[in-house]
């Protein structure tokens, strides 16, 4: 059974930085593409960005693009987001998530593992 543990998030002002973790169990961490999503209040979960499993390629969601990075770290099977130039519309909660195959994805619905979620608030 995967888990998805995330850490890192916070309360930070417009402008300021956060980096996410996503530690994770299992052997076969390498293998899939891991990505983050975000659901603000009111609004559907959305794509942030992912990291391939099969070549390492990163992809960005555009509202994010310059700003986020997303890195994975396969000998600790984490998977972190750096998050630089924080804008309130950013404010949401973050979830970690596996996919189901080594490809770059974007639908919520190819990966079949999250994490718990954690609150990302960017003040004005």
């Known amino acids: 059974q995967v888990q998805l543990v995330e850490s890192g998030g916070g309360l930070v002002q417009a402008g300021g930085s956060l980096r996410l973790s996503c530690a994770a169990s299992g052997r076969t961490f390498s293998t899939y593409t891991m990505a983050w999503f975000r659901q603000a209040p009111g609004k559907e979960r959305e794509f942030v960005a992912a990291?391939?499993?099969?070549?390492?390629?990163?992809h960005y969601a555009d509202s994010v693009k310059g700003r986020f990075t997303i890195a994975r770290d396969n000998a600790k099977n984490t998977v972190y987001l750096q998050m630089n130039s924080l804008k309130p519309e950013d404010t949401a909660v973050y979830y970690c998530?596996?996919?189901?195959?080594?490809?770059?994805?974007?639908?919520?619905?190819?990966?079949?593992?999250w994490g718990q979620g954690t609150q990302v608030t960017v003040s004005s």
């Open positions: 990291v391939t499993g099969s070549s390492g390629s990163t």
């Open positions: 998530a596996r996919s189901n195959s080594p490809w770059y994805e974007v639908a919520a619905t190819q990966f079949g593992y």
